[in-house]
Each structure stands twice: as structure tokens, then as C-alpha cells.
């Protein structure tokens, strides 16, 4: 395949119920599973009212529709569609929702830039793969609501506890959670929500137990060191950790690349120093745990992450022979 398309290599698909027996007794907060920023902008309906996460400017603006076009290049950060993400290794998903004001009924969209697709028609692909790969474990992190009020969540919790049922994990020890753990339970699916509600269903893990600390940043030894600084500060129980391996385009990088879009330039760009980062890290109590990146089909991204978990093994090796 070409090097454009690896991430959506299948070989990946099965990645977890592949892992090394002894790592079945990991906690899940210590091996190194990739994830991808801004998931379900790659299905994004042009035709759309601008969504909510636009600064006030850049909807003035959307009612240009050249604009609308520009916005879209932006907002495609993952190219692939969700079944060809978790078939590329990928585990965990940032999930940003809205309603569409205006609209009737409670219908909840995935956005980034404008609205995508319904959230129920991403929660049933993802649904499917599971069911069809019944080791795979996957993190939903629903982190951004817009437009929302408490009868839409009620809605959207109700969606999440249909579309998986008995495959929720409910919330647990952190430590607890291992592979075995969730496989013994037939559980599949760990969904944080940070939104209060959470409180209220025993399958909403709360957002404080998936830190993902945000460089904001477009240069790339910025956001390296960052990464290096936040994960010595990561807390070495109880929560999982997210390391954001991603530039933010500054609103005049999008002016001044307005045409070229985003991936010929932030990422292309500065993907090899971010690789090479991730090729150095090692997962475990103190080190990486959740990686995402932009472009995940760009590079072999998903499974560099994954094999980092090797190094585990070899730490049991050497303290088995000292």
C-alpha cells in the first residue's frame, strides 16, 4: 500500500487481543495505545451552518462560501472514516458534540469546524468493528459539548448506553482495568464524560480521569517539550494520561495557508521530529500511555505507538534475570 494509506493497514485491527500474554495483566493506564485527535471530522457536510467552536470572526466570515470550502480543508484533521481508524490500531477517540441550533428534536452531530455525522451513525460503525473484533478495547472521550442542554445529554447518553450495552465498562480502579479484566466482563468500550451528568450513570467515567493536557502551540520543539514536562508531572495512579502530539494552527497560519491547507504545511512538515518523539518514549507507571496525532494515516503512527509496549516486556526480562 502506499506509505499515504498505512494507518489504515488491517493488520492493526486486532492489536490488542495480539499483545503478548503478559501484558494481559497490565493496567490499560500503562500501556501505549494511539489515539487520534478530533475524531469524525472526516465526514464534514459543507452545507452546514458553521459550527459552535468558531471564533465569532470566523463566522462572519463562513457566509462566504469560498470560506466554507477553506474551513473544511482545515477541519479534515483524520482523513480515514472510524471503522479505518480502529482497523489502523487506533483505541482512543476525541470527541467534540453539538446540537444544530435551530434544529428540532435533540439530534446530537460530531463537529470540528462545521457538523459531521449524526453521533449515532459513529457510534453504530464503531459498534460493528467491536463486535467483529471482540478483544479490542476502545477509550470514547467525549470532552467538548456545544449548544447543549441537560435534555440533550439525557439524549446523548442515552444513544451511548444503545448503541453498547453490555460492552460499557463501568467505572472502576484504574489499576484494575486491565485486558483480562475487561475480557473476562465482555466489556469494550470506556467512555469519559466531561459533563456533571456523569455522576449519574455508573458507565460515564469522569473527564478528571483522562487528563490530555493541551500544548496549543505551531512549533514543534514547544510541543516537545511540553509532552516531556506534562508526563513528569503525570500522576502515577488513578487516572490514564493523554500525550497530545499535535500543532494547533494559530488563526493567522489558516489565513496565510488559507489554500494550501493544513496538511501541507503544520504537519507534513514537523511529522518526523513528532515520530521520532514517540519512538523514544516508553509506556508504564511514569511514561506514555495515550498518544494522539493529526493525520494518523500520514505515517505508520498507530503502529510505532503500539509497539513501544515490546519495551515493557523487556523491563520484565531484565528483573526476571537480575
Not at 63 to 89: A, H, P, R, Y
Not at 108 to 132: A, C, P, R, S
Not at 135 to 143: A, Q
Not at 190 to 204: D, G, K, S
Request: with cysteine; aromatic share 12%.
Amino acid at each position: 500500500p502506499s506509505p499515504t494509506r498505512s494507518s489504515s493497514d488491517p493488520s492493526n485491527a486486532d492489536w490488542m487481543g495480539s499483545l503478548p500474554a503478559a501484558l494481559r495483566s497490565y493496567p490499560l493506564s500503562n500501556l501505549a495505545i494511539p489515539g487520534s485527535h478530533d475524531s469524525f471530522s472526516y465526514w464534514v457536510d459543507e452545507k452546514s451552518p458553521v459550527a459552535p467552536d468558531q471564533a465569532t470572526a470566523v463566522k462572519r466570515l463562513a457566509k462566504i462560501s469560498l470560506v466554507k470550502k477553506i474551513m473544511k480543508k482545515w477541519s479534515v484533521t483524520q482523513n480515514l472514516t472510524f471503522k479505518e481508524q480502529l482497523e489502523g490500531g487506533i483505541r482512543y477517540f476525541d470527541l467534540r458534540v453539538s446540537s444544530k441550533p435551530g434544529e428540532i428534536g435533540q439530534e446530537i452531530y460530531f463537529i470540528h469546524g462545521l457538523f459531521g455525522i449524526k453521533v449515532w451513525d459513529g457510534l453504530m460503525e464503531i459498534n460493528t468493528f467491536l463486535g467483529q473484533h471482540p478483544k479490542e478495547v476502545i477509550f470514547l472521550d467525549f470532552n467538548h459539548f456545544y449548544a447543549m442542554d441537560n435534555s440533550h445529554h439525557f439524549y446523548l447518553i442515552n444513544r451511548i448506553r444503545s448503541a453498547f450495552g453490555s460492552k460499557l465498562c463501568s467505572i472502576a480502579c484504574v489499576e484494575h482495568v486491565t485486558l483480562q479484566y475487561m475480557w473476562e466482563k465482555k466489556h469494550q468500550v470506556l467512555i469519559f464524560y466531561h459533563y456533571p451528568l456523569y455522576r449519574e450513570y455508573p458507565f460515564l467515567w469522569p473527564g478528571s480521569k483522562m487528563p490530555a493536557p493541551w500544548a496549543n502551540t505551531t512549533n514543534v520543539r514547544k510541543l516537545l517539550q511540553f509532552l516531556e514536562t506534562t508526563l513528569e508531572e503525570r500522576s502515577r495512579y488513578g487516572t490514564f494520561h493523554v500525550s497530545q502530539a499535535i500543532l494547533t494552527p494559530r488563526v493567522k497560519t489558516i489565513a496565510w495557508h488559507l489554500i494550501r491547507g493544513l496538511k501541507n504545511t503544520l504537519v507534513h512538515r514537523n511529522l518526523p521530529m513528532i515520530l521520532n518523539w514517540v519512538k523514544t518514549q516508553k509506556p508504564g507507571v511514569m511514561g506514555v500511555n495515550i498518544i494522539t496525532s493529526d493525520f494518523v494515516e500520514l505515517v505508520d503512527f498507530a503502529a510505532t505507538v503500539i509497539a513501544l509496549n515490546d519495551l515493557l516486556l523487556e523491563e520484565d526480562e531484565s528483573a526476571t534475570k537480575s
